[in-house]
């Protein structure tokens, strides 16, 4: 009896020991699930989901703090990735964030556009080139589409444009189904 | 003497319909009024165009030069005026429009000075015959239309098979045939030029069994050359042999990796009409400008094999065969098995362009699409041994990470799997879409990871710049608490500093009333004119007075 509780203790001791110089010795800097969700986020930076970015709405969901249908311009395609790796089911996307909308770049109207630098501040990924009372211009290849430079604008001078759907990025069309039912 | 040939798994016999359009000889087109040539007629980068509007062409003339690396130059097919360099609708399967340089043709179809041709092409580097085919604009004629100049640059490895592919195993196309049967000569002058540019060690022709003529033709080509190098082999017809990776297992028992190219394991495929561009382009001096084409079909009244400008207009070539027979259904460019429909007529003729299929009404309508029975007919006549079933339902459920997982990208969308396929499922369609979601999600998460760089980017910089500033400002706080601290000497410095600064004012009112210094050291001329001018004031000034004066009474 006595060398059973003994031995109990001692294996309890052992493993203990393991375990906590495992949890320091192995520590994970940062939270690897935030990183996998930041993964499948657009990078859009656009605050629509009600955090200021990506990363911190992928923080936020990694703690179970936000619904995982908080991103228009993910879309559902976002909200079926994110479900997936969540192990949830597919929500569709919250109508109080916003709709899904085709991929947008911002477009300055440089002879509206008095180089007041508002909307350089406001941009997140740094894809206006500008300075003070010099014309700005929009990177197109840097533009992420999340419209945060259209409200500093005093002039309005800021628009948003569907991309252009060109021949390198041209998808074939999913198969129309050609059965009874569509052909009459 | 016959050669040990392998097979590849699965393929389909379908009917040839190739009797339609060989019976008659390769006939030159007439040259379009207008010619519209796509900047971008293969796989790489488009030209960029070296000419402007109203500029007079010639023949043979570069329009548009190669940029970067897998590129091709473009010349102009005839000579004439350009007239337009805009976006044209171009043989593609969106239907969309790309940049075309448009040229009013004069009808007197005038080549350029040929430049003189740098002697044999044995005495040639193989670089330097790199660059004349890179010059001449040539790509692939088979299909695909990878620049040949790439293909003929080995990269260090020893070259065991060179093939060129005579196989033309899709149905209803005999242009490859045609030029065989006619100008065999000029394509084994083309094939020692590759041979020689890559020092291989064996030279194979592949032809299908169908093609009695051509197999003639070409044996008699090679015994008249005096090449004993140049085998003509003989394979029993099959779709789709001619696909690149198809012949080289069916010629050489030899796979090619998946994702890999044929040249790491020592082989070379080229079109034989890829040989005869580059036999005139090295030893005539004459760009690739144009090509031949077959246009068939029930569609049209004479299908017949053309040699046509590039950029001549598809429905100039159907007018040239007498026009069509009644109600069309679609014209298709390509074959029936690869090609895709097109969207108008007007739609210019390109490098890779080797069949215009015209197709009638059919009597009934088309067979309906029904359910998958997984009856795996599929799978036993695919040449790449995937699973086209699998493949069907993942890319239906749009789960594009499971199609790669059953090697969605090894297809070569020969189509021999709706061909056979019972319920009549246009599969090739559904991994044709699969494969460009795919790209598009790889475009996605590209941008994505760019942006997020770029944020983080801005975050860390915001940071910094809000860490310097604090350090700038408790330096001066710093600086101003020490001064604080000194006491005494802290108002003797205020002192001094207030009589700097009254000295200096004062020094500057001395300065200002010193006279105007353009007027310090004059010549006695300019002296004599300041003067003048002064006295003429005076008298002005005298005037004046003495007129509000008398006003003034």
Known sequence: MLTAVLALTALALVFGLLLGFAAVRFKVEGDPLAEKIDALLPQTQCGQCGFPGCRPYAEAMAKGEADINRCPPGGQTTIISLADLLGREPIPLDAEVGEEKPKMVAIIDENICIGCTLCIQACPVDAILGAAKQMHTIIEAECTGCELCLEPCPVDCITMEVVPQEIFNWKWPYPEQQTEANKA | ?553
Not at chain 2, 101 to 114: F, S
Not at chain 2, 172 to 190: H, K, N, P, Q, W
Not at chain 2, 264 to 291: E, F
Not at chain 2, 314 to 330: A, N, P
Request: proline share 7%.
């Open chain 2, 1 to 553: 003497m016959s050669r040990q040939l392998w097979s590849f798994h699965g393929g389909i016999h379908p009917p040839q319909y190739k009797e339609l359009s060989n019976q008659r000889p390769i006939a030159q087109a007439a040259i379009a009024a207008e010619l519209v040539i796509p900047l971008h007629q293969h796989i790489g980068q488009s030209a960029a165009p070296i000419v402007e509007i109203g500029a007079q062409v010639l023949k043979g003339q570069e329009i548009a030069r190669a940029q970067g690396y897998v590129s091709a130059s473009v010349h102009a097919s005839s000579s004439g005026t350009v007239i337009a360099i805009e976006e044209r609708p171009i043989p593609h399967p969106s239907g969309m429009s790309a940049p075309c340089i448009v040229i009013a043709t004069d009808g007197e179809d005038r080549w350029q000075k040929q430049p003189p041709v740098d002697g044999h092409y044995t005495e040639m580097e193989p670089s330097h015959l790199r660059n004349l085919v890179r010059a001449a604009g040539i790509v692939g004629l088979g299909g695909a239309g990878f620049p040949s100049f790439i293909k003929l640059n080995p990269t260090g490895k020893v070259i065991d098979t060179l093939i060129f592919n005579g196989v033309e195993c899709e149905p209803y196309i005999t242009c490859d045939d045609m030029l065989i049967r006619e100008r065999a000569s000029e394509i084994v002058a083309g094939i020692n030029i590759m041979r020689h540019a890559l020092q291989a060690r064996e030279v194979l022709v592949a032809i299908e069994d169908n093609k009695p003529e051509a197999i003639a033709a070409m044996r008699q080509a090679s015994a008249n050359a005096n090449e004993s190098g140049i085998e003509v082999v003989i394979v029993p017809t099959r779709y789709p042999q001619g696909g690149e990776k198809q012949l080289i297992k069916v010629l050489t028992g030899k796979e090619v990796p998946s994702n890999g190219l044929p040249f790491q394991i020592g082989i070379v495929v080229q079109n034989v009409a890829t040989a005869y561009a580059i036999h005139r382009a090295i030893n005539h001096g004459q760009p690739l400008v144009s090509r031949i084409v077959t246009i068939t079909g029930d569609g049209v009244k004479e299908p017949r094999n053309l040699e046509v400008p590039i950029g001549t207009p598809i429905q100039h070539l159907i007018d040239q065969c007498g026009g069509t027979t009644g109600d069309i259904e679609r014209v298709i460019i390509g074959g029936p098995m690869m090609g895709f429909a097109m969207h108008s007529t007007a739609i210019p003729l390109i490098k890779t362009s080797n069949c215009i299929l015209v197709t009638r009404k059919p009597d009934q309508p088309p067979p309906l699409e029904m359910p998958c029975i997984r009856c795996g007919a599929c799978a036993e006549v695919c040449p790449v041994e995937l699973l086209p079933q699998q493949l069907y339902w993942h890319a239906r459920a749009k789960e594009f990470d499971k199609t790669q997982e059953y090697d969605l990208f090894d297809c070569i969308e020969c189509g021999c799997c709706s061909y056979v396929c019972p319920s009549n499922i246009p599969l090739v369609h559904y991994y044709r879409f699969a494969k460009t979601e795919i790209w598009s999600q790889e475009r996605e998460k590209e941008k994505a990871d760019q942006a997020r760089k770029r944020h983080e980017f801005r975050l860390s910089r915001i940071e910094r710049e809000q860490f310097e500033k604090e350090a700038r400002l408790a330096q001066k706080r710093a600086a101003v608490q020490q001064k604080a601290d000194s006491g005494d000497k802290g108002e003797a410095d205020k002192q001094a500093t207030i009589q700097a600064a009254l000295d200096r004012a004062q020094a500057k009112k001395e300065q200002q009333q010193e006279p105007p210094k353009n007027t310090a050291a004059l010549t006695p001329a300019q002296q004599r004119l300041v003067d003048e001018a002064d006295a003429r004031r005076a008298r002005l000034d005298a005037a004046t007075t003495a007129a509000s004066n008398k006003e003034a009474e």
